[in-house]
């Protein structure tokens, strides 16, 4: 059997949450037997076509982007060329040029979207969105949501609940180097206080300046692992108010952030809009057998995160309840300790690559109709 997968954005260029899924899917799945490509947009021609783990990254000429939407006259060609050889293509939403793409191509293969997220951000580009969003949705064949919690509270979703299935994210934790004692050490010298852990970009929907606030309540230390469009002002915030116990590290190796995963107290994720549609950074932390803090956005982080079982679950944009949290969990070693052992429990049953790999092949069995993931077509 033969997927392709379909995003407006995939390795080398970058490699994302969406993107950090379509490899761990099409990486788990080779060992169902399924091939699988991922079509994609660069402006770097020379990236085309290139292998990764087993599947190949093909590439299509990026002319612009608007509004975090990537535009190709090519992709419509090259859609159709690799749409050929696939048994069934698997799109990733949101990406409405995607859905024009599948609406003009006159494919006849068996679909299925991963419903990522709603869009948030772009609420009036939106309503001229809507009828094109709709006529993709209801012309796939299955729709598969990552959390059931997004499921209910997505008003999209709740459109098509008859051909929508939950398969939660899930994370590889051999795609990460455990880190030697002498990098935990080096860490261990540079921040021997206890300290809480932020790890993602710096946007908007992260909540990192309510994190900044409950800084101002607490005395602990607070690593932040991370860039984005939003750290010149976070830092100028952190310098204004004299915040010496917030430490901003900039982007690191995967072997300091597992040492930095290790060593801390707890993880702390204060993302506060529904932009943040499930929280990889909280199934990282979760596989690492941490507390959780994060907030109640109605979305996947919820699921990640049970309130009082791996962690505490708080109030959106509220600084206080934030910093309350993160003083209860360094007051107590044995709170943290029984909540990390709940959340790495709840990883290994819940959130691995190899689950959801496994109910990815399923799906693609049933939609393919075959006996199961192993049989060619």
Known sequence: MRVLHFFKTYWPDTFGGVERTIHAIA????????????????????????????????????????????????VFSRFRELSERADIIHYHFPWPVMDIVHLTSGLTK?????????????????????PLMHRFLVSVDRIVATSSNYVATSEVLQNYRAKTTVIPLGLDEQDYPH??????ARWRARYPKPFFLFVGVLRYYKGVHILLK?????????????????????????????LGNVHFLGALS????????????????????????????????????????????????TFVNVEGE????????????????????????????????????RYQTLLTAERMA????????????????????
């Open 358 to 377: 496994t109910s990815y092949a399923d799906l693609y069995g049933t939609l393919a109709g075959t006996d199961g993931p192993d049989v060619a077509s």
């Open 310 to 345: 791996t962690g505490f679950v708080v109030r959106p944009d509220d600084s206080t309840e934030l910093a309350a949290a993160m003083a209860r969990l360094s007051h107590s070693d044995d709170l943290a300790r029984s909540m990390g052992t709940a959340a790495r429990a």
């Open 27 to 74: 990486k788990g799945t080779a060992k169902s037997g399924i091939h699988s490509d991922v079509l994609s947009l660069s402006k770097a021609r020379e990236r085309e076509s290139r292998e990764f783990d087993g599947h190949i990254a093909h590439k299509a000429k990026l002319d612009f982007e608007f509004a975090s939407t990537g535009f190709s006259r090519e």
């Open 179 to 184: 880190a030697s004692e002498e990098v935990k």
């Open 214 to 242: 409950a800084a101002k309540q607490t005395e602990l230390d607070i690593l932040l692992v991370g860039e984005g469009p939003m750290e010149a002002s976070l830092k100028a915030y952190a310098n204004d108010h004299r």
């Open 110 to 130: 068996p679909t299925i979207v991963t419903y990522h997220s709603d869009i948030v951000k772009q609420r009036v580009l939106l309503q001229l969105y809507k």
């Open 254 to 301: 995967d072997t300091d952030k597992s040492a930095l995963l290790e060593l801390s107290t707890g993880f702390v994720f204060p993302s506060h809009l529904r932009s943040e549609a499930f929280g990889l950074s909280l199934v990282e932390a979760a596989m690492f057998g941490k507390p959780m803090i994060s907030c109640e956005i109605g979305t996947g982080t």
